[in-house]
């Protein structure tokens, strides 16, 4: 009976993992693709009645009727599914497995970012009367002579670089906590608490409160130190430094609390090696430690990275980019573009081009300090 | 009658017949008076009202009282439920039962919206409506307004909108028209002047229910301009004239400098004089270059000060409000020292109401607040004025500087045009609905329900004749000598032959945003102020052209009554 057993759960194994090899009938996948081809014909004609009925296919207008596409789009997607088992059988089958996957991000990714680049193309401010109009790249040449597009560009740069310091912090207290220290648990969770506060509220209670001018206790303690002035955000470096200890203060937890994931996962042995070895504490960092970390660090640094670009909320909350733009942030400028002025064209172009820098930038880095780190941790 | 009584009506010029009616009604509000203040000059107050609507607004500006802590919304609801009268009279009790409106408005300093509530809870259980509420941060308010118009998204029933977007909803047909028993209802002429048509109508039409009156008023501390020592100091330091409160921008420049290194008689803390308002807040923050330029760009008889009437030419770049700029840069060193990072937020209500500087020109929130709110130390020593005036003059047509045969040139920077409550064209085809929207409009712009609103902080400002009594105010609570000032600094603005009318054309708030971003920069130093005028004037241009240069030539023409 056992083996009876055994031989009935192979079988149906065997049949869970068989691809069928029944040929399929010319006249089923002919149904496949007519089905398919109908379904796109639907969709491709919704777009064209909606453009059609529409007061001069102004975008506007389309995308306050956003819903028929919607629609027409769910059905294309179902119509396609049933296309593929009906034209490639179990193959198909299997397809439908990742096809909802695949849909789902060319609806709320791929898509987006296309009609993203088509705004980038034209001339719209929601109060023009005209409505909006294809302008090509004329967005585009503006924004190369745009100072406060460049500004905000180099003080991004200034904020990418302090990310370097911020991981020397994360990094040593890190290595605090990992190391036997009483009240460790409390001091992991405490360490924490910044990172799982809102940067909103961040700014009003720090910038705007502790480090306000007259009453703010750090201004207070400030002046007992010397400071007579202790204006945080007047002076153009002040105050980038202080919307970058503010940043710092909230993500440090972050990029503290995975290199210390890091340090927990290396073996010991290694460092207990060393110290058989001779090496002193700083030798035992310097050329094991950090070498064997460095993996992690670039990926915690990668993801820092790209939370720091996005860095808006505590720029438009304390300093609106100023004292004159010293603070400014590409997405606070953005921001503004979009949101006080209604430039929609403009803004979405100021935001395509970042997109493409930051694409840009983060392959780079990641190749390099890919290749960096192999070559490091082969060396070490 | 009192002679002043009867100059105060001659001025209204009220009819034979309301002298005699305002006589009558004096008596009878003279009885119902226990303060000898009051019976000092009823006869304005007496022309309008029967003894039972002067009952009810002695009573409800007592609630909390002046000097009795901030609001609450158990107040709101009592002052929305005391003042349903109004509402009784067109609107059966449950007659909107079933009916659901959407509100939109703002949530600044925790007021607008939440008052509208707490006025419109009493409504919503007599009438049997339902309101939804959208609140927005004033900041965000412009943006959600625009995409709503440009997207056709309009969500809301019920919108509380400043006269300066009137160009963009009018130009697009999306309000209803007020109908004439709301005219009736909120007493529409007792309106002042300014905030009358065109302000509120597009196209002839009347579309807003006026709930605030907006300028910009000069406020003072009386106790820095009483204080011996700074006398003293003024004249030891070889400063011409008396030590006194400025009444051109020339002096509070003068002023703003010599503060510097002073103490502050109330607080002890470091004197200052004028406080600028430097950080962009939104586009709102241009108002307080225009408050420092008016006196210099507006020159009497001619409407236009911002743009050249006929080609929408930017005058920003002109030598007067290049001089306003330069003031600002040549001010700044003297106020306080993080005072570059300062909007127009923290110089009211955190430097001005917590006791830092000397002067700062606002809307009338911070008089109102310096007595009524819980942050306020200033409240005794506040006093007002209207905007300072200038030597001289530009006159844009010959491109000189005058001096005046009259002397000072004074220009009123009357901006933003106040708050109202709009109906949005949704409903205009259900009638219930109709009638429910504008009737909770009506009841937020009510004749004494306003007197309440602005008399405690609501961000709300006088808009009515009958916001000027000053008996009223006293018997709320307010000493006679603040409120006369503070009354006068607003009804002269209003009512000057010179002030500066706000522009109602679309899109207005991108100028000003774009003018804020430049001018940030050149308060930092990174540009002169002829450069950073230029560059405004620059960025103006392009956005006319952008908008449609005819349409705004056109638009801007209509908003000056040309």
């Not at chain 1, 290595?175 to 909103?200: C, H, Q, T, W, Y």
């Not at chain 1, 007579?228 to 430094?241: L, M």
Request: aromatic share 12%; glycine share 8%; net charge neutral.
């Amino acid at each position: 009976m056992v083996l009876k057993g055994e031989a009935t759960l192979a079988a149906v194994e065997d049949h869970h993992y068989q691809i069928s090899s029944e040929p399929i009938s010319a006249r089923r996948k002919n149904t496949g693709r007519w089905l398919l081809a109908l379904a796109t014909l639907g969709l491709v004609a919704t777009l064209v009645f909606q453009i059609m009925t529409t007061h001069g296919g102004s975008i506007s207008s389309l995308s306050a009727n956003w819903r028929p596409m919607v629609y027409a789009y769910l059905v294309w997607s179902v119509a396609m599914g049933i296309s593929q088992v009906l034209r490639r059988g179990e193959a198909g089958l299997q397809a439908l497995f990742v096809l909802p996957a695949v849909l789902f991000t060319i609806a709320v990714v791929v898509f987006p970012t296309l009609f993203g680049f088509y705004i980038a193309s034209l001339d719209w401010n929601l109060s023009s009367v005209e409505g909006p109009h294809f302008n090509g790249f004329a967005n585009f040449v503006q924004l190369f002579h745009d100072a406060y597009y460049w500004n905000a560009m180099l003080n991004m740069i200034y904020y990418v670089v302090a990310v370097l310091a911020e991981y020397a912090i994360a990094f040593a207290l890190a290595l605090l906590l990992n190391s036997e220290i009483r009240a460790r648990k409390f001091f992991r969770v405490a360490f924490l608490l910044p990172f799982m506060l809102s940067p909103v509220a961040v700014s009003w209670m720090i910038g705007k409160s502790i480090m306000e001018y007259r009453f703010g206790p750090a201004a207070t303690l400030a002046r007992h130190l010397g400071w007579s002035q202790p204006a945080f955000f007047a002076n153009p470096w002040t105050a980038r430094i202080s919307i970058e200890a503010l940043d710092a203060w909230v993500f440090i937890p972050f990029l503290m609390i995975l290199l210390l994931a890091g340090l927990q996962a290396l073996p010991r042995e290694v460092q207990e090696a060393a110290k058989v070895d001779g090496a002193s504490g700083w030798q035992g960092f310097w050329l094991v430690t950090f070498p064997l970390m460095l993996p992690v660090s670039i990926t915690a640094l990668i993801i820092r990275i790209i939370f720091k670009l996005k860095l808006a909320d505590i720029v438009i909350n304390i300093t609106s980019g100023g004292p004159g733009g010293a603070t400014d942030t590409v997405s606070s400028y953005i921001y503004r573009v979009y949101r006080d002025r209604a430039n929609v064209g403009y803004g979405t172009a100021l935001a395509v081009l970042y997109l493409i820098i930051i694409i840009l930038f983060l392959t780079v880095l990641i190749r390099t300090t890919g290749k960096w780190t192999r070559d490091s941790t082969r060396g070490a | 009658m009192r002679v002043e009584i009867y100059d105060r009506l001659m001025a209204m010029q009220r009819s034979r017949r309301q002298v005699l009616k305002g006589a009558a009604g004096a008596a009878s509000i003279a009885a119902l008076s226990s303060t000898g203040v009051l019976g000092s000059s009823l006869g304005a107050l007496a022309a309008e009202m029967s003894p039972d609507e002067v009952a009810l607004r002695k009573a409800i500006v007592q609630i909390p009282g002046v000097g009795k802590g901030s609001p609450t919304d158990a107040d709101w609801q009592k002052v929305g439920e005391m003042c349903l009268g109004a509402t009784k009279a067109n609107v059966k009790e449950g007659e909107f039962k079933g009916v659901e409106l959407t509100f939109m408005g703002l949530n600044n300093q925790n007021l607008h919206d939440f008052l509208f509530r707490g006025f419109l809870k009493p409504w919503e259980a007599y009438t049997g409506a339902k309101i939804n509420w959208i609140d927005l941060a004033q900041a965000d308010y412009n943006p959600r307004l625009q995409q709503s118009i440009a997207t056709g998204t309009v969500d809301f029933d019920i919108l509380e909108m400043g006269a300066p977007f009137e160009g963009d909803v009018g130009s697009k047909g999306l309000m209803s028209e007020m109908p004439d028993w709301v005219k009736q209802q909120i007493d529409f002429e007792d309106l002042v002047n300014y905030l009358k048509p065109p302000v509120g109508t597009w196209d002839g039409k009347q579309l807003r229910v006026t709930v605030d009156g907006d300028t910009h008023n000069f406020n003072y501390r009386s106790d820095y301009f009483t204080d011996e020592n700074l006398a003293k100091a003024w004249k030891d330091e070889g400063h011409a004239g008396d030590w006194a409160v400025p009444t051109t921008w020339q002096k509070v420049q003068e002023v703003t400098k010599f503060l510097k290194g002073k103490k502050d008689p109330l607080t002890g803390g470091d004197a200052y004089g004028y406080l600028d308002a430097p950080k962009p807040w939104g586009g709102f923050g241009f108002y307080f270059l225009e408050s420092r330029a008016t006196a210099y760009a507006k020159y009497p008889g001619q409407k236009a000060w911002l743009f050249d009437v006929d080609t929408m030419k930017p005058r920003v770049n002109s030598p007067a409000f290049v001089r306003a700029i330069q003031d600002v840069i040549d001010a700044l060193p003297s106020e306080p020292p993080n005072q570059i990072n300062a909007d127009p937020n923290e110089t009211c209500f955190s430097q001005w109401l917590g006791g830092t500087g000397s002067m700062l020109a606002w809307w009338g929130d911070a008089g109102s607040n310096a007595k009524t709110s819980d942050s306020s130390i200033v409240g005794d020593v506040c006093a007002f004025s209207i905007l300072p005036g200038s030597d001289d003059v530009y006159n844009s047509q010959t491109g000189k500087w005058e001096k005046l045969a009259s002397g000072p040139n004074f220009a009123p920077n009357c901006a933003y045009l106040g708050w109202g409550v709009y109906v949005t064209k949704r409903v205009d085809g259900d009638s219930a609905k109709h009638k429910a929207a504008w009737s909770a409009a009506a009841h937020l712009g009510g004749k004494d329900l306003s007197l309440w609103t602005v008399m405690y902080p609501s961000g709300f400002q006088p808009y009515r004749n009958s916001h000027f009594i000053i008996p009223e105010w006293v018997n709320a609570g307010y000493d006679e000598g603040f409120i006369k000032s503070y009354l006068d600094s607003e009804g002269d603005s209003y009512n000057h032959p010179n002030a500066a009318v706000e522009p109602r054309i679309p899109g207005i708030f991108q100028y000003y945003s774009v003018a804020e971003d430049i001018l940030a920069n050149t308060f930092a130093g990174k540009m002169t102020a002829q450069e950073g005028a230029d560059a405004i004037a620059a960025a103006w241009e392009k956005l006319t052209d952008q908008l449609g240069r005819d349409q705004q030539i056109k638009l801007y023409k209509a908003s000056l009554g040309m």
